[in-house]
């Protein structure tokens, strides 16, 4: 399965905008990138995915490189409930027996200051 | 909204119990999932279930077990707990296909004594 790299930690200002940054080198032609994050004492939520082209939803935008080796996670204005542990998925829908398995890494530990 | 449930936020066991831990999704997702979260190893796959009665091996199924005899819900059972098994237990749920963004339980904490 193809891996991710993330930094460890990052910090960031409140109603500042943050760059999360993933490095996929190895990534397939059929791999999605799948953003996820993991508020403290809760289970992880789903943020956006792409293949390709960048995304856009209410929470979130995914820019996704050209030659698609990495990719970040741009949250416009982040805030104190933005503080979480954000992981970058590969998701391989090439077929197979991988059956939906996500491998979530170490994630990045965002920190929001005020 | 998708909700998965879990049956209990924190449990205590002793050393050699037997432990079940149920999940329940309501929205007829066909793939059902448990993942246990340790420090500085992220979380990991235990098991995983496409369908009614079908299971898989995920990355580390030594120990545990699992059940699913109806759609929505997914047993974790651990047939005789060791201390390595404390640890948070997270169940999540998905429908099939190319998006199938999963969806997580608020997770578990079992501790073994």
């Known amino acids: 399965d193809a891996k991710t790299t993330q930094p460890n930690s990052m910090e960031s200002n409140e109603e500042e905008p943050v760059h999360l940054p993933c490095n996929h080198s190895?990534?397939?032609?059929?791999?999605?990138i799948h953003w996820y994050r993991q508020l403290p004492s809760q289970g992880p939520e789903y943020v956006i995915h792409?293949?390709?082209s960048n995304v856009n939803n209410r929470m979130a935008s995914l820019a996704i490189a050209e030659d698609r080796k990495s990719s970040t996670l741009i949250l416009h204005r982040a805030t104190l409930r933005d503080a979480a542990v954000y992981y970058c998925i590969l998701r391989d829908v090439g077929g197979g027996s991988t059956f939906n398995k996500f491998y979530f890494g170490s994630g990045t530990k965002l920190n929001v200051k005020p | 909204d998708v909700k998965v449930t879990q049956s209990s936020r924190y449990l205590v066991k002793r050393t050699g119990e037997k432990v079940f831990l149920e999940c329940v999704q309501d929205m007829d997702h066909e793939n059902m999932f448990w993942y246990r979260q340790d420090p500085g190893l992220g979380l990991r796959l235990i098991y995983f279930s496409y369908d009614v009665k079908m299971k898989e091996k995920g990355d580390i199924p030594e120990g545990y077990s699992v059940s699913r005899e109806k759609k929505e819900r997914f047993s974790l059972i651990l047939e005789s707990a060791s201390t390595n098994q404390t640890s948070m237990y997270l169940c999540a749920s998905s429908l099939q296909g190319t998006t199938d963004t999963q969806y997580f339980g608020p997770g578990t904490r079992l501790t073994v004594l």
């Open positions: 190895t990534i397939s032609g059929t791999d999605y």
């Open positions: 792409g293949l390709t």
